[in-house]
């Protein structure tokens, strides 16, 4: 199997070799990409609708080693279903980061005394009023997010393989990359 050229700059920086150049790796987000080909933010973040053309246009206009477009999505349908209160889907379809509270002072004790308990107990439901039940329709709810976090993603997956392989784009092994959070953003941004 040949490998292009935009892979051998990323695995030479793997395996601590020095690279023909300096490998180029920027991605812009979904609802850049959208806007740019001049589609329907709301309507894309929905159906996924016109994404292939609008990241492809990007595709070719960025020159980059890496895919350059597909950062990370905010899926209107899984905030709807967990009835997110940080990220809210607007009356126009559109999603807006609002304020929430999660952490209040006089709860600062049982936080520290037990972090986890408390995120599962108190912090989740007050960012995803959908989580504010019983365990049996948590579950239900949960499995329905899951549902629709895992269908975009797979979407999301196929377009950018295609797209990858199109533009010689290097690609991470699959099961690689990961989305790493600060762990006060969940209490600090809400």
């Known amino acids: 199997m040949m490998v292009n050229s935009k892979t051998e700059l990323f695995k030479s920086i793997y395996e601590g070799c020095i690279p023909e150049r300096v490998p180029i790796s920027a ?5 850049a990409c959208i806007d740019y080909a001049g589609l329907s933010t709301v309507k894309a973040q929905w159906t996924f609708e016109g994404a292939e053309d609008a990241y492809d246009i990007l595709c070719r206009k960025i ?3 890496a895919m350059p477009v597909g950062g990370e999505e ?3 349908a899984v905030f709807k279903i967990l009835d997110s209160q ?3 889907v607007t009356s126009s379809g559109s999603i807006q980061h609002s304020d929430c509270v999660t952490l209040f002072s006089e709860e600062y004790d049982r936080f520290i005394e037990n972090p986890m308990d408390f995120f599962m107990e108190k912090v989740l439901p007050r960012m995803f009023k959908g989580l504010d039940c019983d365990a049996a329709q948590r579950s239900f709810i949960l499995a329905k997010a899951s549902t629709a976090f895992n269908e975009r993603a797979v979407q999301v997956g196929q377009l950018t393989q295609k797209l990858g392989k199109k533009y010689g784009f290097f690609t991470p092994p699959a099961g690689s990359s990961a989305v790493v959070r600060a762990p006060f953003d969940l209490l600090g941004d809400f």
């Not at 991605?27 to 609802?31: D, G, I, R, S, T």
Request: proline content about 14%.
């Open 63 to 65: 020159h980059t080693d």
């Open 74 to 76: 905010k899926n209107p």
């Open 27 to 31: 991605k812009l987000p979904f609802e």
């Open 86 to 88: 940080g990220y809210q």
